[in-house]
Nanobody
Framework: QVQLVESGGGLVQDGGSLTLSCTAS??????????MAWYRRAPDQERVRIAVISPTNTTYYVESLKGRFTISRDDARNTIYLRMESLKPEDSGVYYCRSESRRYWGQGTQVTVST
């Protein structure tokens, strides 16, 4: 079993920045979690995958977020990150991390961007 715990969410003003973290713990090895991803669920919308990072650091971003969001990983810390810059109110929502390979979800962290 594994736990994915997101942190770093909060309230930020329009144009601000945040860095989210997702750390894994438990009996499953970090390497077995494989490709990791960040998802976002905006209010009254479906959860959408927004960024992906492979074990070899190949990354993918949803087109609308390219240039503002950066996904990274620190395998020594069993952690992935999502650096979010130039935040907009429409970036508000709950952000989740997921092991794409093992299909484990974190509990989510709330990001609210105020005008």
């Amino acid at each position: 079993q594994v736990q994915l715990v997101e942190s770093g969410g909060g309230l930020v003003q329009d144009g601000g920045s945040l860095t989210l973290s997702c750390t894994a713990s438990g009996s499953v090895s970090w390497s077995s979690l494989g490709t990791m991803a960040w998802y976002r669920r905006a209010p009254d919308q479906e959860r959408v995958r927004i960024a992906v990072i492979s074990p070899t650091n190949t990354t993918y971003y949803v087109e609308s977020l390219k240039g503002r969001f950066t996904i990274s990983r620190d395998d020594a810390r069993n952690t992935i990150y999502l650096r979010m810059e130039s935040l907009k109110p429409e970036d508000s929502g709950v952000y989740y991390c997921r092991s794409e390979s093992r299909r484990y979800w974190g509990q989510g962290t709330q990001v609210t961007v105020s005008t």
